[in-house]
């Protein structure tokens, strides 16, 4: 009974105010939608930083049968070869540049690849003998890249030697700008949202407080006054939040769409990775109303 | 004049020497009250605008805290009442005012269910009692009416019923005939006697002299916040000359000076 009187509370409030509901609404779905935004860049730098970013800086990437580079002409890397560029990395004069190496084999190179092109068509092509086999290794000075690539590039065996930081770095620092800016206009427009709850709260107690006065005369508890008010807020900004994972979606949906199409080397979160996102704005903007509700109603509604 | 104290148990609303200050500047709302009302007993508040009526009533709900001495409603020091139990003790305590408080958009019915649906009571007791409460103020068959389509005084008996429909031990009314004409007020006495003869204390503070001279209940009367009078069965205007009187009816209003005079003469 209580419950189902509640529910009318709620129902009749968002009617009355319906304007100052759908501006709530709108001004919580752009601002998490900014949010989630960030979030997500952040999730798709991760992606693209793949297995070895954050381990190795440099990567000498040997012959693979399909190699079609100078020093890949005698086919693929043999054995002995392998061995051989194993020694001269431990060797004393490579190994002062160096903190330590790992050997991802085919096999391991196709498992990573599989790992972080799992979202993507790419996969399905991409057989584990068209991928190289790989010396990943961690410089004791990242700037030194350039004495491993000399010593290393002209070896037989070995296709390229590559510092895929450098690459990266650039594409990174510009995600990374983007996410801040994302970040930025999301705080102004959470601001934004949180006060125009405070004022719609405000103005619905008002228009109530008719209601509310006879309820507190006949000892009604201070949840039965209140909650109608805090859900009338709440469930606008969990509206807006809907439609911001919404937007999300579908903007995920176009990057495995078309871009992934064009751009077939770059890995892309997958539209399931907005699950991540969606209940971390659904909390955000129900509590953000929540809150600005909550301190709204103890200045304006005697209970 | 005091009244001899009886038994503990007897007594709803206890006021011992309560003073209400809102303005530190100004005069008390309320100086040094000490009161007792009996349950089931039947008070008329009188005295002036500002007398500090409207006090009296408010600090029974524990809608103010008393500056100074302790307000007892049903044996509790409302002191002790934390504020998420304040709702309970509001539960026991009736409330009608001038301006009935209805509200617009809802049925005759609606606004009395009204009162126990924000409790939680089930919609079966509601739907037994509510029909019962407007049979008891007189409004049979008007459930479905509007509060616009009804006089003031059927307006007043909806206010009656929404607060007394959850079996209060003690109604409280503001001036409830201060909008109505006077046989429509008597009409209003009758529901509120009823009311009481069923058990329920009332206080009703007014500025009716008519029907407080035609009830002949106990009269207490409180000027610039003292009590100056507490008679059972009396009249709206002191029998007794008091000395000095027209040194105090000066703090009256033109409208109480009037009265006072009217009636003496």
Known sequence: MRLAFILGEIGSGLRRNLSMVVSVILVTFVSLTFVGAAGMLQMQINQMKGYWYDKVQVAIFLCNESSTSAGCASGAVTDEQRENLGKMLESPAVKQYISDFQFESQAEAFQHFKEQFSNSPIVDSVTQDQLPASFRINMKDPEKYQIISETFSSQPGVETVSDQRQVLERIFVWMNGASVVAMGIAVVMIVCAVLLITTTIRLSAFSRRRETGIMRLVGASKTVIQLPFILEGVIAAVIGALLASGTLWLVTLWLNGDLSRQFLNTPFISSAQVLVVAPVLIALGGGLAGIASLLTLRRYLKV | ?265
């Not at chain 2, 609606?110 to 008891?136: D, H, Y």
């Not at chain 2, 009311?195 to 209940?217: C, F, K, S, Y």
Request: proline share 4%; charged share 30%; with cysteine.
């Open chain 2, 1 to 265: 004049m005091r009244r001899v104290r009886r038994g503990c148990r007897r007594v709803m609303i206890r006021f011992e020497n309560v003073t209400k200050v809102y303005d530190p500047n100004a005069r008390p709302a309320l100086d040094d009250v000490s009161l007792e009302i009996d349950r089931g007993e039947f008070t008329f508040l009188v005295g002036a605008s500002g007398s500090g009526k409207s006090t009296f009533l408010r600090l029974i709900l524990k809608e103010d805290r008393a500056t100074s001495g302790s307000v007892y409603v049903a044996g509790q020091n409302v002191a002790n009442i934390s504020s998420w139990r304040v709702p309970r003790l509001r539960r026991g305590i009736g409330v009608v005012f001038q301006d009935f408080r209805l509200l617009p958009q809802k049925s005759v019915f609606a606004n009395v269910a009204f009162a126990m649906q924000v409790i939680g009571k089930s919609r079966s007791i509601i739907r037994e009692t509510v029909p019962e409460v407007l049979k008891t103020v007189g409004l049979e068959g008007k459930e479905k009416r509007m509060p616009h389509e009804l006089s003031g005084g059927e307006q007043q008996r909806v206010a009656i019923a929404r607060a007394v429909v959850n079996r209060p031990g003690i109604l409280l009314a503001d001036e409830p005939t201060g909008n109505l004409d006077p046989i429509t007020s008597m009409g209003i006495m009758g529901v509120l006697d009823k009311i009481n003869q069923n058990g329920t204390t009332v206080v009703m503070a007014t500025h009716d002299d008519d029907i407080v001279n035609e009830m002949r209940r106990r009269v207490v009367e409180l000027r610039n916040g003292v009590v100056v009078r507490d008679e059972a069965k009396a009249l709206y205007t002191s029998m007794i000359p008091v000395v000095g009187e027209s040194r105090l009816l000066k703090d009256a209003s033109d409208e109480e000076l009037d009265r006072a005079t009217g009636a003496q003469q």
